[in-house]
Structure formats: structure tokens, C-alpha cells
């Protein structure tokens, strides 16, 4: 069996064999940048201990995924704040999560925001956010989370 290779030294291969074509670069180059966005929250709890919660990932469009992971991770970061515990990355605290209107008083779906991105209407921020908003179930009557 052949040893795992990272996909820089596939490519680096790839190129240095002769396949410089145009099209052989764009595709070592997609292939590199294909893959997931993937976070999760460490905090330490009021007794001092140091966790690890709230671990999530992406992978369909990168400009979007590290938006949807940051939603993710800052929804959860805002919660566990609030039940004492301490958050690692401070960043996440200050993340603003306001989800935009939907158009016309419609209700967001994945397909409505796709949509909406597509035509221009929405960021790739907004769309990160809306999706996660989405997987997490906020657009439905919530109940009381729990520990991250």
C-alpha cells in the first residue's frame, strides 16, 4: 500500500512531472482546496476544568464554511458564557449572529438562502450564518440547551 501523501506533495508532484497544463493545474489546485471546515470550542468550567465542546464541520463551499463553523462555534461559546464557564477564544463572544429578514416575509430555508447567495442578495457571511442557524434548529421554537 502507498503511503499517505499531503495534498501539497501531490501536487507539487503532479506538476513536476510535466502536466502544466492549464486545465491538469486548475484541477491539482481544486482538488487542494476541496475538503471541510472543521472548529470546535475549548473552555474551562468554573471548577477549573479544561473541555473541549461543540465540535462541528462543513464542507461544501469554503468562503461559506468557515462562516457557518463560526456561527456554530460562537452560538455555543455565547452559551457556555452564560453557564460561567470561561471560553478560550475570546473572539467568538463578539461575533454578531443577527440572521438578515428573509425576502418578503418568507421563512429562511437552505434552498431560499442558496438561492438568495446566488443572486447576489446575501454574503457569504450571511449564508454561513443562515445555514448553521438552520442545521441548528433556531428557526424553530427552542428548547433549553445544555453543557457545550
Known sequence: MAPKRSGFYLC??????????????VVAVTLLLSGCTRGHLDYVTPQGEHKTGCATEYSWAPAVDKHAVDYVLAYCAKGAAAQGHQIKEQRLLQLDLTIPPAPQGQR????????QHKA????????GYIVAYL??????????SQEP
Not at 429562511?108 to 438561492?115: M, Q
Request: without cysteine; proline residues 2%.
Open 135 to 144: 442545521d441548528l434548529g433556531l428557526d424553530q421554537p427552542q428548547a433549553k
Open 12 to 25: 507539487h508532484a503532479f506538476l513536476s512531472q510535466g502536466y502544466r497544463s492549464q486545465i491538469g493545474a
Open 120 to 127: 447576489g442578495q446575501i454574503t457569504d457571511q450571511q449564508y
Open 108 to 115: 429562511w430555508s437552505h434552498e431560499l438562502a442558496a438561492a
